[in-house]
């Protein structure tokens, strides 16, 4: 018997409690909520466990049926919170710190004692995402087939070892093999936390989880600023720019035994939880209609990716905001340099651009769960580096000029705000434990091909206007607008083929979804029943993609 929650009305729909199930059309003795007994989906024993989410096997292992209170959630989401939080921020931390290390690196000489020549340097920043979209494949099947906890620490051991022997490169030869593995094992990470955050929070949960680490970003920008100062004066026989690899790469791999300790593979294998409570972890997620994880390749859900609209919707837009991405993390520096500051206080004036990346980041987020879309606070989010491209191209490089070119560069860092939403956004929209990695191994790929060419669109010959890359990234921000606002028609669309689908099945048209809503709306309605007709959340934990689920709801 498969267990139901009577807290799941999470993404559901209830218009009321003495309404008629069904809703418009339905017939006038059907059965109201409040009539209602606990309805049971009978499983087909013809399939067994094969092929479908592992949660669906636990819950079935439950002798009772497992009821989520407010308090019960509230409990043991702060126990996940308390684990796998910190563990995500700060690999992800070190992860920003490691590849931010050659920027920072460019401004103690890097370039000068390497040799490096023409676009080599900007070669350096672009070959880490080579590395990163060719091994995205073969990411997004490790995610579905591997368990994530042992895979994600492995993969950040190899990284930090890689970015140790760094240290010993001479020339661009080591560099750019050394930057090329180092993408290659750096691959993982942000797929791997999108998939964690998939698999441990409610939809309403995740936008804020994913800004959170994604904000790392703006932290390392602030600490790794300090950091490399401190570490720029270190007196030693090697250079500065080995020893900040140094430092780094050995910060890694001893974290990476951290990780392999306490990241547990899935809330069915977390240690820090009771049996009751992983059940209560599990059951909390029902209506996602997104599943945990099956650990089975489905070649059918490979195929929906392709053919699904939103994908290729969200796969331009990661590709048109990683541009401006790669362009400016690899030559920010240098850009601020170009304005008339030495070395050091180049890196000192990168951390305000660090802390409006924080900002801008979590932020955006809070924004988006507050007005429950991303979309409109993407569209917010794209003006004020149009602003900054715009101010960078207009004003001159003269000492007098300085002041307003850093406020020009400090808007411009906003944009980091935009990608954890896009992130956020796909995810909430795709179902299906292998469909939901393959899009996000696509998204990432267009993540790591714009950021190939954004550094590409640099070279330190240009300085100190840099006009080429600031003109391409301009364009770029008025192009991603046009692309989300495209995203919201295409959304709306799905939604209506959805609503659809469920009156030809006869079950309520227009449903209501509580998946987005706060905590108090929502645990409003906790304790009412919402197994309408049909028993929407039945597929929950079947392992079946978003467009197979007619109870599935798309989110702006």
Not at 471 to 485: Q, T
């Amino acid at each position: 018997m498969n267990n139901t929650s009577k807290d799941s009305v999470d993404s559901a729909h209830v218009e009321s409690a003495s309404q008629p199930l069904g809703g418009p059309g339905s017939t006038p003795n059907a059965p109201t909520l409040a009539e209602l007994d606990v309805i049971e989906p009978a499983p087909d024993p013809s399939q067994g466990f094969s092929g479908r989410d592992k949660a669906a096997e636990f819950l079935k292992q439950a002798d009772h049926e497992v009821i989520v209170t407010p308090e019960d959630n509230a409990r043991v989401l702060r126990k996940i919170d308390l684990r796998i939080l910190p563990l995500i921020l700060s690999v992800y931390c070190l992860q920003s710190l490691d590849k931010t290390t050659l920027s920072y690196a460019s401004v103690f000489g890097i370039i000068e004692q390497t040799h490096l020549v023409g676009n080599q340097f900007s070669w350096l920043g672009s070959v880490v995402y080579v590395a990163q979209m060719v091994f995205q494949p073969l990411i997004a099947y490790s995610l579905v087939r591997f368990p994530v906890g042992k895979f994600s620490s492995t993969m950040v051991l190899c990284w930090g070892v890689v970015l140790c022997g760094m240290a010993a490169a001479k020339d661009f030869g080591g560099l750019l093999a050394a930057r090329l593995l180092l993408g290659a094992f750096e691959a993982s990470v942000a797929p791997t936390f999108v998939a964690v955050v998939q698999m441990w929070y409610r939809r309403r949960e995740q936008t804020k989880r994913n800004a959170a680490w994604y904000a790392m970003l703006g932290v390392v920008n602030i600490f790794g600023s300090l950091l490399t100062y401190g570490l720029g004066h270190v007196k030693s026989s090697l250079h500065p720019y080995q020893i900040i690899f140094l430092f780094c790469g050995c910060l890694t791999v001893a974290f990476s035994v951290v990780m392999f300790l306490f990241m547990p593979d899935s809330p069915m294998q977390a240690k820090f939880l009771s049996n009751e409570d992983k059940l209560i972890a599990i059951e909390r997620l029902r209506m996602n209609q997104m599943g945990i994880g099956s650990g089975v390749w489905k070649w059918g859900h490979v195929l929906e990716c392709f053919v699904d609209p939103k994908t290729w919707i969200w796969f331009c837009a990661i590709f048109v905001i990683s541009i401006p991405s790669g362009g400016i993390s690899t030559f920010g520096p240098l850009i601020v340099s170009s304005f008339g500051f030495d070395s050091f206080t180049t890196i000192l004036f990168n951390i305000p651009f660090g802390a409006v990346q924080m900002i801008a980041t979590l932020g955006g987020a809070w924004l988006s769960d507050r007005i429950k879309m991303k979309s409109p606070v993407i569209l917010l989010l794209c003006l004020p580096p149009i602003a900054g491209c715009a101010i960078l191209l207009a004003v001159g490089r003269e000492p007098s000029d300085r002041a307003v070119l850093l406020v020009g560069y400090y808007i411009i860092s906003v944009y980091p705000g935009i990608s954890p939403l896009i992130y956020s956004w796909s995810a909430q929209n795709t179902a299906g434990d292998t469909k939901r990695k393959v899009t996000t191994a696509l998204i990432f790929i267009g993540s790591s091909a714009g950021n190939i060419i954004g550094p590409q669109l640099f070279r330190p010959s240009e300085k100190p206007r840099y006009t080429r890359g600031l003109k391409a990234n301009l364009a770029l921000f008025v192009a991603l607008a046009v692309l989300v606002a495209l995203g919201m028609v295409v959304i709306r669309f799905l939604n209506q083929k959805q609503a659809a689908k469920r009156r030809s099945l006869g079950k309520a048209e227009n449903i209501q979804d509580l998946s987005m809503m706060d905590n108090k709306t929502a645990e409003a309605a906790e304790g009412v029943l919402n197994r309408l007709e049909g028993n929407v959340g039945e597929k929950a934990f079947e392992d079946v993609t978003d467009m197979k689920n007619e109870d599935f709801i798309y989110v702006y």
